[in-house]
């Protein structure tokens, strides 16, 4: 059974940067896609991110040209790198791992178990 643990979560200023990391407890070659969902109170998840085992990656509009999702094969890792954050940004940010459809669509049965980000001065 596989593990997902993620870490960096924390209190950061509107700009500023944050990176978060999400360790698998066995090999992440077997997954066709990993990515990365948050969730804001009182609003809907959303997919932040997801990465294929072939390396492309896909983001949400609001991310954009902000947030990368950097992945290592050989250190089973997925991170997400996020520059420019605003206060819209927090959220509780949840790992994932999977098909690309079961990521998209959020039915992955591969989540960790959430990290908290907070952007505010």
């Known amino acids: 059974q596989v593990q997902l643990v993620e870490s960096g979560g924390g209190l950061v200023q509107p700009g500023g940067s944050l990176r978060l990391s999400c360790t698998a407890s066995?090999?992440?070659?077997?997954?066709?896609?990993m990515g990365w969902y948050r969730q804001a109170p009182g609003k809907q998840r959303e997919l932040v991110a997801f990465?294929?085992?072939?390396?492309?990656?896909v983001y949400a509009d609001s991310v954009k040209g902000r947030f990368t999702i950097p992945r290592d094969n050989a250190k089973n890792t997925v991170s997400l790198q996020m520059n420019s954050l605003k206060p819209e940004d927090t959220a509780v940010y949840y790992c994932?791992?999977?098909?690309?459809?079961?990521?998209?669509?959020?039915?992955?049965?591969?989540w960790g178990q959430g990290t908290q980000v907070t952007v505010s001065s």
């Open positions: 994932v791992a999977g098909s690309v459809p079961t990521i998209i669509s959020g039915t992955t049965d591969k």
């Open positions: 066995g090999s992440i070659f077997r997954f066709n896609a």
């Open positions: 990465i294929s085992s072939g390396g492309s990656a």
